[in-house]
């Protein structure tokens, strides 16, 4: 009689843990390890890919440094400087001529003379 009991007990153990089982959310989720690897890939992904970006990224701009600094820097610097310099005039002339134009609006509600 002492052996049906004890099996009882050992019958009643394994529900117990079937129950708790299915109460448990990691378990309801499958095996959390494939979950996390999962998760662990898909991270690495994304993080190989931001450093290819990154890397190319910094390549090109270490290129576009390169082609910029040549021996000719400072004379192309002077010349496109000059160039600027001598727009002035029309520059100022245009944003005056602008402004004329918008307080002209402005004054006569927007007819033109």
Known sequence: MASRHEGMIEEE???NNQEKDKMDPYKQRGD???NVS???EDY??????MGRKVGN???HNAKF?????????IPRALHDGEKIINNFGKTSERIKN?????YDFW??????K
């Open 13 to 15: 153990k394994e529900l």
């Open 32 to 34: 959390i390890s494939e």
């Open 38 to 40: 999962k998760s662990a």
């Open 44 to 49: 690495y992904d994304q993080f190989s890919t």
């Open 57 to 59: 990224s910094m390549y």
């Open 65 to 73: 440094i390169k082609n910029e600094l040549q021996d000719d820097f």
């Open 98 to 102: 602008f402004a004329i134009n918008i």
């Open 107 to 112: 004054n006569n509600d927007g007819l033109t």
